[in-house]
């Protein structure tokens, strides 16, 4: 497999697993954590298991990211806001939401970078964008965002492409950096969520709630969100945030199945023309701007 190509293979199995993550969110959601609080123990426990590693790398005289105060603040904000975004509106329309991303990344690449938006580009956010709209028409008035939830996957999708450009500005920083820093200001960004006084948001647990909940907790920590975010955040790295953001829209593919078969979410004309526009702009954009630029060597 080319290089190139494992940056982008990395993403779309990342962007997969993703769309499973709202599955563990619930459950802890059903089994008495509010959705401020359930968010805010996938940032706590991560950063827990962590933290001896980075305190061994001071020692090593190796930076912890601790320093990546925006770029940690920008990428871990963004998650904490789509968390709670999964718990607050349909599991649906949280991704499609957040998916607006790309065309966030691509207006922000041609700014900052300067760079040139090819017409794959261009043609792949017009699916992305037609299946957006595909979804927020489906129930018919005006395509706009209906309640909290769909607010902050929305506004999700705006941070995290300002964070994947300043982590695609770093590229001297190592993955360890960014993955603990994405936890440690994601952490409190989470708390500072779970301090706003909006009923939506939930109470925080007694112990007897959480303390049966905690080995579930420390698993989804260890096993799904370090590996699954190094991976993302070592990607990002990597990959254009334009193309990143479109690559990341597998997710909704897997989210949008999972949940209607699991959650008996809407799955109808309307979820699955907009899942076909999403893979079409993934294949769009990954392939016809790698044939456009061999064409240009």
């Known amino acids: 497999m080319p290089s190139r190509f494992i940056p ?10 993703w769309g ?3 599955i ?18 996938q940032f706590i426990l991560p950063l827990a298991l962590l933290l001896p590693f980075a305190l061994w790398r001071k020692t090593q005289h190796q930076a912890s990211g601790v320093a990546q105060v925006t770029s940690g603040l920008l990428v871990g904000a963004a998650f904490v806001l789509y968390y709670q975004s999964l718990l607050l509106t349909e599991v649906v329309r949280a991704l499609l939401l957040f998916y607006i991303t790309p065309i966030w990344g691509t207006v922000l690449e041609a700014v900052f970078l300067r760079r040139k938006i090819s017409r794959f580009r261009i043609a792949a ?9 595909v979804v927020l028409t489906s129930k018919g008035g005006i395509p706009v965002p209906r309640n909290a939830g769909d607010y902050m996957a929305l506004l999700s999708g705006f941070v995290f492409a300002v964070g994947a450009l300043r982590i695609r500005a770093m590229p001297q920083m190592d993955v360890f950096e960014h993955v603990f820093s994405f936890f440690l200001y994601g952490s409190l960004f989470a708390f500072a969520m779970s301090l706003l006084p909006l009923s939506e948001l939930g109470s925080a647990p007694s112990w007897s709630v959480a303390a049966p909940l905690m080995p579930w907790l ?3 920590a260890g096993l799904f969100l370090i590996p699954v975010m190094w991976g993302l955040l070592w990607g990002a790295k990597h990959v254009d945030p334009g193309r990143l953001g479109i690559l990341f829209q597998m997710e909704a593919v897997v989210g949008i199945g999972s949940a209607a078969v699991l959650a008996n979410e809407p799955f109808g004309w309307a979820e699955m023309a907009a899942t076909g526009l999403i893979v079409g702009a993934s294949v769009l954009d990954v392939f016809g701007s790698t044939a456009e630029e061999s064409a240009v060597m």
Request: aromatic share 10%; proline share 5%; charged share 5%.
């Open 24 to 41: 563990p969110l619930r459950a802890f959601e059903a089994r008495g954590l509010g959705p401020a609080w359930a968010t805010l123990a």
């Open 20 to 22: 499973l993550f709202w």
């Open 218 to 220: 420390l698993a989804v």
């Open 125 to 133: 956010l017009v699916c992305g964008v037609s299946g957006l709209l």
């Open 8 to 17: 982008l293979t990395v993403v779309l199995l990342c962007a997969a697993l």
